[in-house]
């Protein structure tokens, strides 16, 4: 029998129709992101996100279909903060979903982003905290340091300026309207996330990409001051 599947989610597992039609969907969408949040982010994502829940013993697919759309209209691009959850309820109901699912994956996309240090968190479900989790390492270590200097890139920020402060936001609107540089961004976002993380497997995870984005920042700053 012919693999009628697209050939980016041929080695993917998907444990129903409906999440492989929502990887196609979201992997078509984010086909011309150039910012870090593409589709092989998505799969990373996506992957990570099924290991913790497995690792947690929670529904498969509900994890799955959030990882899937979790970048869909992201309110980093639409400034909006409802779009994705908004967009992601659409598209399951568009799927013949049941409402309860559609609802529930929707409420979980909403709340899974980083949004300003001090902005309050939108509560999520145990599955919506696995992909959390997942979605945060993704921003740490080796990869998050990547995605970080692609994102500024992409949003125009400096590399460095060391007159420009680190800034902690109260709401959604100031981390939105900040335009910092890519060093301060991890200040202001990628080391945090260690001490934010949900799950005991996250954690243990999130100790080793933080210590190397550390080893990372020293080894800049010697770079910089032209000491190394």
């Known amino acids: 029998m012919t693999d009628t599947r697209p050939t980016y989610l041929a080695h993917v597992h998907t444990s129903t129709p409906l999440v492989e039609k929502a990887l196609d969907y979201a992997f078509q969408e984010l086909a011309d992101d ?5 589709r092989h982010h998505v799969l990373r994502v996506y992957k990570m996100a099924q290991r913790l ?23 980093k691009f639409t400034g909006d903060e409802m779009s994705g959850a ?3 309820e659409r598209w399951l109901l568009e799927q013949n979903a049941p409402p309860d699912l559609a609802s529930l994956v929707a409420s979980n ?3 899974i982003s980083f949004k300003g240090a001090g902005t309050p968190t939108n509560p999520l479900t145990s599955e919506g905290m ?5 979605d945060r390492l993704d921003a740490m270590g ?3 340091i990547a995605r970080c200097f692609t994102y500024g890139g992409a949003r125009a920020r400096a590399i460095h300026d060391p007159e420009v402060a680190v800034a902690h936001h109260s709401t959604t609107e100031q981390y939105l309207k900040h335009q910092g540089t890519s060093i301060n961004h991890f200040h202001e976002k990628l080391l945090l996330l260690k001490d934010r993380m949900n799950t005991e497997a996250a954690k243990r995870m999130a100790e080793d990409r933080h210590d190397f984005m550390e080893s990372y920042l020293r080894r800049f700053s010697e770079e910089w001051e032209a000491q190394s």
Not at 34 to 38: K, N, T, V, W
Not at 130 to 134: G, K, T
């Open 34 to 38: 150039a910012s870090g949040h593409d």
């Open 53 to 75: 829940a497995k690792a947690e013993s929670l529904d498969l697919e509900i994890v799955e279909l959030i990882a899937a759309l979790h970048d869909i209209q992201d309110f």
């Open 86 to 88: 908004r967009e992601a």
């Open 109 to 111: 996309v909403a709340g």
């Open 130 to 134: 696995c992909v959390q989790d997942a």
């Open 142 to 144: 080796a990869i998050g």
